[in-house]
């Protein structure tokens, strides 16, 4: 077959962005993923309107949700593909380059979830989050996807006469290269001694040789090379690009480790290519099994079959403890899965910082074309995919990834309910200094920032304060106030305001809202339509501050926001209002939904809603209390506080599965605002 | 459709032990569980993955002569591989 490469430096990225990798994000995984979004969108000086393709991994997100979310209007390619992110990256050049979209966000997430590290297992909180779209192997007695990979690093070892020692190189050169990474996951020094005496999970690998569980999420923008050259930031071409899968592919029935999907890749990559092996300066191979990284060196073409380890240590710079192949190409610079963070190979993605402006490479005169990156990955040894990637800057994403959250002492869901509903959290679980809500709000606004969205805070009445005042802090030191970006909600009623204080913009306008009995009859005259779920409201209302300031204007309590969501497990789950993955999921999907809610406004029939591109939208509606259930995990006790808890419910509307078609929606031309058309 | 009866003889050509894994009765995760992957004798092309009978976290080698056979795993019948000499 005639080799073509008919997209050849056609096609680019031009932002990256990532959520950070660590332990323990203090959010969601749909909260990291959209972060990430948001960062890459921002880095290539876009905004969300000019994302016209979506490609999400099926860990997260899907493009549906992405698309509500960040407030893109419309895409005209989507996709949701497993893992590796080059899949991603791959499909979306070639997306590009037929034409099918322009701008393409291509975005992957992952989440330490039960399952993957000991102290997942042993939280309650963690262990209820799985991967989406991933369900792990049930049967105990096969080798399907990990096992395998112990069994093949077995008899690698076997077949050439290699021991743990020298698996143990690949571990040693990530951390070393983690240590000159400061947004890697794990950075601190690693011996060979440490690396023996670690636990082994899968004989003969050990916890060292499979990657670090992180919460993490990367995303990337790519666009023609054309519309490139305008863009914020220089871009890098994607100049050839790899997949390949070998039969037999099951990780038992393969036939040995010379016929893998890693040979077709790398085969084909060459033969695409302009670059060669030589012009290769730095190089990724995927190491969320050490003994992978092993084999793409060896695929590559770096040395022979069964050579990589004494080919590692003839590269070995003996200064910085790390591989430099050939005395200048560095091994996975970023830390590799093993100690950046395994997010199965988007590590090099969000990472030009740290990798293609590697010490080496920037210490070389740049010129067009004159660096370039294999960035080699895979997710399953039959199935492999591989990127050459030519980097015309070493500017490009050459923002440090940002620790988005510091390590509080408390997790996702404490924060969560904080905002949502304070009365509703053990107080053991409140942070009383509200760092948690502090460090949260930050990222909201930081967010609102790129996609002119407004901050929703919903607060409880006696802990509505501390809120606020986290707020004003943040605000001291972002000046976000001024910018008008506060939306505040406090809670009261009809006849008594709240006392919730009103943050009052300097600049913002403020907008009024209808009556009250305005919003009645438009309500009523839509209720009929809508699935109204759990008891009529009660007392709990919502003003809003800024568009609608507190104690000035009412709303009825039944008032809906619409708040971008497409309808999936959290709407639905609960509305069973006692189950304990709703109630938490719930919440964590309502604050997720607020961070992205781009404001609220008022729709032509008088209903309050974002002003958010949702597609398919849930309600938050303020309800009586008793939509959020017990927590039989121990995470947090609702006993006894059901008549206190949360003021909010997630009632699934107009999602599908009660019977009411989806809804179409479009934008206002005069306000900006969107209508929400319903079918008849 | 064709069917073959075929003795479950074969030769160790994987192996691993697991000490993470979906809890299951009889398996002591903590010991360790091992797997082996077999090359029958009958299907060359084709490998058979079962835990070792009785398992407890000994490796066996590469190589490894096994025959298959159904056991009692925590009151739960489930194929195993069982050892044999060399020569079998």
Same mark, same amino acid.
């Given at each position: 077959m005639a080799v073509r490469n008919d997209s050849k430096d056609a096609v680019a990225i031009v932002g990256v962005g990532t959520a950070g990798y660590v332990?323990?994000?203090?959010?969601?995984l749909r909260s990291l993923t959209l972060d990430a979004c948001v960062r890459a969108i921002q880095d290539a000086g876009l905004a969300a309107h000019d994302i016209d393709g979506l490609c999400g991994s099926t860990?997260?997100?899907a493009p549906q949700e992405a698309l509500a979310e960040l407030g /893109?209007?419309?895409?005209s390619w989507h996709a949701q593909l497993v893992v590796p992110l080059t899949s991603h990256v791959i499909a979306a050049v070639h997306a590009v380059h037929a034409g099918i979209c322009d701008t393409a966000l291509v975005y992957h997430g992952t989440y330490r979830a039960g399952g993957t590290s000991r102290s997942a297992r042993h939280d309650p909180l963690r262990q209820?989050?799985? /991967?989406?779209?991933v369900v792990p192997n049930p049967d105990p007695d096969s080798m399907a996807g990990t096992p395998a990979y112990a069994a093949w690093a077995d008899r690698y070892l076997q077949d050439h006469g290699w021991t743990r020692e020298d698996l143990a190189l690949v571990a040693l050169n990530s951390r070393a290269n983690a240590a000159l990474n400061p947004t890697a996951a794990i950075r601190t020094p690693l011996t060979l001694d440490d690396y023996l005496a670690s636990r082994l999970v899968r004989e003969p690998l050990c916890m060292l040789d499979m990657d670090y569980p992180v919460d993490a999420a990367d995303a990337l923008v790519i666009t023609t090379a054309e519309r490139a050259r305008d863009l914020a930031q220089p871009a890098v071409l994607l100049h050839a690009e790899s997949l390949g899968i070998m039969n037999p592919p099951q990780e038992d029935q393969m036939r040995d480790l010379d016929h893998t999907g890693l040979q077709v890749v790398m085969k084909n990559l060459w033969q695409r290519s302009d670059i060669t092996r030589d012009d290769v300066d730095v190089f990724y191979p995927y190491d969320g099994f050490s003994n992978i990284a092993l084999s793409w060196i060896e695929v590559a073409g770096y040395c022979g079959p069964g050579e990589a380890p004494d080919f590692l240590r003839d590269n070995w710079d003996g200064e910085t403890g790390r591989v430099m192949l050939k005395g200048r190409v560095p091994l996975n610079s970023h830390g590799g899965s093993l100690s950046d963070g395994g997010t199965q190979g988007s590590g090099p993605s969000a990472k030009p910082s740290t990798s293609f402006a590697a010490p080496l490479a920037c210490a070389r005169p740049r010129t067009p074309q004159q660096r370039c990156c294999v960035w080699a990955g895979s997710s399953a040894m039959p199935e492999d995919w591989c990127c050459a990637v030519n980097d015309e800057s070493a500017e490009v994403g050459s923002k440090e990834r940002q620790q988005v959250i510091p390590q509080f002492e408390r997790r996702a869901l404490a924060v969560t309910i904080a905002i949502v509903g304070q009365k509703c959290v053990a107080r053991s679980l409140v942070d009383p200094q509200n760092r948690v809500l502090a460090g949260r709000l930050q990222l909201v606004m930081e967010r609102s920032q790129v996609l002119r969205c407004r901050v929703l805070v919903l607060g409880a009445a006696d802990d509505h304060h501390g809120a606020v005042e986290t707020l004003e802090k943040v605000d001291d030191r972002n000046g976000t106030l001024g910018r008008g970006l506060i939306v505040e909600c406090g809670p009261g009623d009809e006849a008594a305001p709240a006392g919730g204080r009103r943050i009052e913009p300097v600049r913002g306008k403020r907008r009024q809202c209808r009556s009250s009995a305005a919003h009645a009859k438009a309500h009523d005259s839509h209720r009929s339509r809508r699935v109204v779920t759990g008891p009529q409201c009660g007392r709990h209302s919502i003003t809003i501050g800024h568009d609608l300031a507190i104690g000035e204007s009412k709303h009825l309590p039944e008032h809906r926001f619409h708040v971008g969501r497409w309808g999936s497990d959290a709407a639905v789950q609960v509305r069973g209002s006692s189950h304990v993955a709703g109630s938490s999921q719930a919440t964590a999907n309502v604050l997720d939904v607020l961070d992205h809610a781009e404001g609220l406004v008022e729709d032509d029939q008088g209903r309050v809603r974002t002003g958010g591109r949702g597609m398919g939208d849930v309600d938050v509606q303020v309800a009586q209390p008793h939509a959020v259930g017990s927590d039989q995990a121990g995470v947090v006790d609702f006993s006894g506080k059901r008549h206190e808890c949360c003021p909010l419910q997630v009632a699934s509307s107009e999602l599908g599965g009660h019977g009411e078609p989806f809804s179409t929606t479009e934008l206002d031309p005069v306000s900006g605002a969107q209508k929400r058309r319903w079918p008849h | 459709m064709i069917s073959e009866m075929i003795g479950g003889r074969g030769t160790v050509e994987l192996r691993t032990v697991l000490h993470v894994g979906p809890a299951a009765p009889g398996i002591d995760y903590e010991a360790g569980h091992t797997l082996v992957s077999i090359r029958l004798d009958e299907a060359p092309g084709v490998r058979l993955t079962a835990p070792m009978? %009785? %398992?407890?976290?000994e490796i066996v080698d590469l190589g490894s002569r096994v025959e298959f056979r159904v056991v009692d795993r925590g009151g739960i019948p489930t194929p195993a591989a069982r050892l044999l000499d060399r020569h079998d």
């Amino acid at each position: 077959m005639a080799v073509r490469n008919d997209s050849k430096d056609a096609v680019a990225i031009v932002g990256v962005g990532t959520a950070g990798y660590v332990r323990d994000a203090q959010a969601s995984l749909r909260s990291l993923t959209l972060d990430a979004c948001v960062r890459a969108i921002q880095d290539a000086g876009l905004a969300a309107h000019d994302i016209d393709g979506l490609c999400g991994s099926t860990h997260t997100i899907a493009p549906q949700e992405a698309l509500a979310e960040l407030g /893109i209007g419309e895409v005209s390619w989507h996709a949701q593909l497993v893992v590796p992110l080059t899949s991603h990256v791959i499909a979306a050049v070639h997306a590009v380059h037929a034409g099918i979209c322009d701008t393409a966000l291509v975005y992957h997430g992952t989440y330490r979830a039960g399952g993957t590290s000991r102290s997942a297992r042993h939280d309650p909180l963690r262990q209820r989050f799985g /991967i989406r779209g991933v369900v792990p192997n049930p049967d105990p007695d096969s080798m399907a996807g990990t096992p395998a990979y112990a069994a093949w690093a077995d008899r690698y070892l076997q077949d050439h006469g290699w021991t743990r020692e020298d698996l143990a190189l690949v571990a040693l050169n990530s951390r070393a290269n983690a240590a000159l990474n400061p947004t890697a996951a794990i950075r601190t020094p690693l011996t060979l001694d440490d690396y023996l005496a670690s636990r082994l999970v899968r004989e003969p690998l050990c916890m060292l040789d499979m990657d670090y569980p992180v919460d993490a999420a990367d995303a990337l923008v790519i666009t023609t090379a054309e519309r490139a050259r305008d863009l914020a930031q220089p871009a890098v071409l994607l100049h050839a690009e790899s997949l390949g899968i070998m039969n037999p592919p099951q990780e038992d029935q393969m036939r040995d480790l010379d016929h893998t999907g890693l040979q077709v890749v790398m085969k084909n990559l060459w033969q695409r290519s302009d670059i060669t092996r030589d012009d290769v300066d730095v190089f990724y191979p995927y190491d969320g099994f050490s003994n992978i990284a092993l084999s793409w060196i060896e695929v590559a073409g770096y040395c022979g079959p069964g050579e990589a380890p004494d080919f590692l240590r003839d590269n070995w710079d003996g200064e910085t403890g790390r591989v430099m192949l050939k005395g200048r190409v560095p091994l996975n610079s970023h830390g590799g899965s093993l100690s950046d963070g395994g997010t199965q190979g988007s590590g090099p993605s969000a990472k030009p910082s740290t990798s293609f402006a590697a010490p080496l490479a920037c210490a070389r005169p740049r010129t067009p074309q004159q660096r370039c990156c294999v960035w080699a990955g895979s997710s399953a040894m039959p199935e492999d995919w591989c990127c050459a990637v030519n980097d015309e800057s070493a500017e490009v994403g050459s923002k440090e990834r940002q620790q988005v959250i510091p390590q509080f002492e408390r997790r996702a869901l404490a924060v969560t309910i904080a905002i949502v509903g304070q009365k509703c959290v053990a107080r053991s679980l409140v942070d009383p200094q509200n760092r948690v809500l502090a460090g949260r709000l930050q990222l909201v606004m930081e967010r609102s920032q790129v996609l002119r969205c407004r901050v929703l805070v919903l607060g409880a009445a006696d802990d509505h304060h501390g809120a606020v005042e986290t707020l004003e802090k943040v605000d001291d030191r972002n000046g976000t106030l001024g910018r008008g970006l506060i939306v505040e909600c406090g809670p009261g009623d009809e006849a008594a305001p709240a006392g919730g204080r009103r943050i009052e913009p300097v600049r913002g306008k403020r907008r009024q809202c209808r009556s009250s009995a305005a919003h009645a009859k438009a309500h009523d005259s839509h209720r009929s339509r809508r699935v109204v779920t759990g008891p009529q409201c009660g007392r709990h209302s919502i003003t809003i501050g800024h568009d609608l300031a507190i104690g000035e204007s009412k709303h009825l309590p039944e008032h809906r926001f619409h708040v971008g969501r497409w309808g999936s497990d959290a709407a639905v789950q609960v509305r069973g209002s006692s189950h304990v993955a709703g109630s938490s999921q719930a919440t964590a999907n309502v604050l997720d939904v607020l961070d992205h809610a781009e404001g609220l406004v008022e729709d032509d029939q008088g209903r309050v809603r974002t002003g958010g591109r949702g597609m398919g939208d849930v309600d938050v509606q303020v309800a009586q209390p008793h939509a959020v259930g017990s927590d039989q995990a121990g995470v947090v006790d609702f006993s006894g506080k059901r008549h206190e808890c949360c003021p909010l419910q997630v009632a699934s509307s107009e999602l599908g599965g009660h019977g009411e078609p989806f809804s179409t929606t479009e934008l206002d031309p005069v306000s900006g605002a969107q209508k929400r058309r319903w079918p008849h | 459709m064709i069917s073959e009866m075929i003795g479950g003889r074969g030769t160790v050509e994987l192996r691993t032990v697991l000490h993470v894994g979906p809890a299951a009765p009889g398996i002591d995760y903590e010991a360790g569980h091992t797997l082996v992957s077999i090359r029958l004798d009958e299907a060359p092309g084709v490998r058979l993955t079962a835990p070792m009978e %009785a %398992a407890s976290g000994e490796i066996v080698d590469l190589g490894s002569r096994v025959e298959f056979r159904v056991v009692d795993r925590g009151g739960i019948p489930t194929p195993a591989a069982r050892l044999l000499d060399r020569h079998d």
